[in-house]
């Protein structure tokens, strides 16, 4: 190679594509169903479509298997129902596009795809709601292709407290949680702490035998929210050999957005109510509605975050555990803002660019990106 074919071959976007990129966390399985996109053709709205995920240089993908509990239960029929069809349209994905993605649940046919050029498509449950109390549904889940498990979104269950109500303030796991936590350890599913409460955390990471994950969360040292890890966590959860993925979205990595939208959450409520009034489909497209108003109105009154301050935080993690304990999960599709330089998947590459400016290696940015993650995948299934 001559010097330029060299400098060609070190640039940030041919180190990018060169990585395998593993995205933990994105709700866009939730737009197929109620929105009934094609996420095949490039969307015009929405932060993620396989062409803009091949644009954006992404490799895997994380599907989240989302049970609102307000809408569907926090268990039951209801529950079970609005994962399954969750999953059904994550495997109808890829037999109907198989050219463009393909199942996955080890980090081989992880590699096997991004060798192959396709997508990798893999699932989380997000918030334990549908296994509806009952251990055997943790292996029914497993079965069907599920690969990690949150015990509690942002409403605690019985078993497990969630950061985001007063129920979790108190509330770990119970017994009945721990046995949930072991069988996920037995079966090889991986379980994370994102969204659960303080107690729950140190729960979930003194009973599990393997390493402990969070899909998508940021630092509470620079954002101070309670959706967020602690230092004390983040250390707690590294020595199990977890990784913490960071989150893009604005409330969770920019130091005070969360209270300024509060306000605007607060001045906006008759615009969101209205939204969903005026709307004649179901509960599922009245959410839609009112998260349609909230993004526009985001996007006018709260202050722009860039991919710098994702950096920040995955600076902060790697300052307190080393470079082995960090990822990313995006939250696309599931957020009312991004960044603004971070507009949708494709523009993944900013991050890899913002990356090395900083310093990482090549080495460095091939762990963060996703190399990070596979290992923990080797790690739990065996
Ligand atoms: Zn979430």
């Known amino acids: 190679m001559n010097t330029s074919e060299v400098?060609?071959?070190?640039?940030?976007?041919?180190?990018?594509?060169?990585?395998?990129?593993?995205?933990?966390?994105?709700?866009?399985?939730?737009?197929?169903?109620?929105?009934?996109?094609?996420?095949?053709?490039?969307?015009?709205?929405?932060?993620?479509?396989?062409?803009?995920?091949?644009?954006?240089?992404?490799?895997?993908?994380?599907?989240?298997?989302?049970?609102?509990p307000q809408l569907f239960g926090g268990g039951g029929p209801g529950a079970m129902k609005r994962a399954d069809i969750q999953i059904e349209a994550v495997r109808a994905l890829a037999e109907k596009h198989p050219e463009t993605w393909q199942l996955a649940t080890t980090a081989n046919d992880v590699r096997k795809a991004s060798e192959n050029g396709r997508i990798a498509a893999l699932m989380g449950l997000e918030g334990g709601y549908a296994i509806d109390e009952r251990l055997e549904n943790v292996d029914r889940y497993f079965q069907m292709g599920v690969r990690y498990m949150s015990p509690a979104w942002s409403v605690s269950t019985t078993w497990a407290g969630s950061s985001g109500d007063e129920a979790g303030k108190?509330?770990?796991?119970?017994?009945?949680?721990?046995?949930?936590?072991?069988?996920?350890?037995?079966?090889?599913?991986?379980?994370?702490?994102?969204?659960?409460?303080?107690?729950?955390?140190?729960?979930?990471?003194?009973?599990?035998?393997?390493?402990?994950?969070?899909?998508?969360?940021?630092?509470?040292?620079?954002?101070?929210?309670?959706?967020?890890?602690?230092?004390?966590?983040?250390?707690?959860?590294?020595?199990?050999?977890?990784?913490?993925?960071?989150?893009?979205?604005?409330?969770?990595?920019?130091?005070?957005?969360?209270?300024?939208?509060?306000?605007?959450?607060?001045?906006?409520s008759e615009l969101v109510q209205r939204a969903s009034d005026e709307e004649p489909g179901g509960v599922a497209q009245k959410k839609l509605a009112r998260d349609r108003v909230r993004a526009r109105e985001y996007l006018k009154r709260l202050p722009s975050v860039s991919v710098s301050r994702i950096v920040d935080h995955i600076d902060h993690i790697v300052k307190l555990v080393g470079i082995d304990h960090v990822g990313m999960g995006s939250d696309f599709d599931g957020v009312q803002a991004v960044p603004a330089d971070l507009k949708s998947v494709a523009d993944l590459p900013k991050l890899t660019e913002e990356l090395l400016r900083r310093g990482y290696s090549e080495q460095d940015i091939d762990k963060i990106l996703g190399g990070n993650m596979l290992r923990v995948m080797e790690e739990t299934s065996h």
Not at 175 to 200: A, I, P
């Open 170 to 268: 108190t509330r770990g796991l119970n017994d009945f949680g721990k046995q949930v936590v072991r069988e996920m350890n037995r079966l090889g599913m991986m379980v994370d702490v994102s969204h659960v409460s303080d107690k729950t955390f140190w729960d979930i990471v003194n009973t599990s035998s393997r390493p402990v994950i969070a899909t998508h969360s940021g630092c509470r040292a620079i954002a101070n929210v309670p959706r967020n890890l602690t230092d004390d966590m983040i250390v707690a959860l590294a020595k199990t050999g977890g990784v913490v993925n960071v989150i893009f979205y604005p409330e969770h990595i920019e130091p005070g957005w969360s209270e300024k939208k509060k306000r605007v959450d607060a001045e906006i």
């Open 7 to 68: 400098r060609k071959a070190n640039d940030p976007l041919s180190i990018h594509r060169r990585a395998i990129t593993v995205d933990m966390h994105a709700d866009t399985v939730q737009r197929i169903i109620d929105e009934h996109v094609d996420i095949n053709q490039q969307l015009a709205d929405g932060h993620l479509d396989a062409v803009r995920a091949r644009e954006g240089g992404l490799d895997a993908q994380f599907f989240s298997i989302w049970v609102e």
